[in-house]
Nanobody, 121 residues
Framework: QVQLVESGGGLVQAGGSLRLSCAAS????????MGWYRQAPGKQRELVAG???????DYADSVRGRFTISRDNAKNTVTLQMNSLKPEDTAVYYC???????????????WGQGTQVTVSS
């Protein structure tokens, strides 16, 4: 079993910054893609940013240029640096990872429990 634990959420004023971190632990052989998703009240969960094991990144248009995703493969962590935050960034942010638990196990997708980000105007 694999656990993803997020940290770093909170309340910030518009224009401010927050840094979200996610640490994966448990039965991990290797991690492929990692990413951050968010879900605002009454809306569907959406991809915010993704990063491959090799470091290729992808961003939602709404956050490109303001958010930066990075990862540390040795520590099984992924980080989301969020700058120039806007009230519309308010949501619960979830960490996501595709994990091999062994050299012969299938790829399994895991979610963190979520961390609240609130941006006040």
């Amino acid at each position: 079993q694999v656990q993803l634990v997020e940290s770093g959420g909170g309340l910030v004023q518009a224009g401010g910054s927050l840094r979200l971190s996610c640490a994966a632990s448990g039965s991990i052989f290797s991690i492929n893609d990692m990413g951050w998703y968010r879900q605002a009240p009454g809306k569907q969960r959406e991809l915010v940013a993704g990063i491959t094991r090799g470091g290729s990144t992808d961003y939602a248009d709404s956050v490109r240029g303001r958010f930066t995703i990075s990862r540390d493969n040795a520590k099984n962590t992924v980080t989301l640096q969020m700058n120039s935050l806007k009230p519309e960034d308010t949501a619960v942010y979830y960490c996501n990872a595709d994990v091999y638990s062994s050299g012969w196990s299938p790829l399994v997708n895991y979610w963190g429990q979520g961390t609240q980000v609130t941006v006040s105007s």
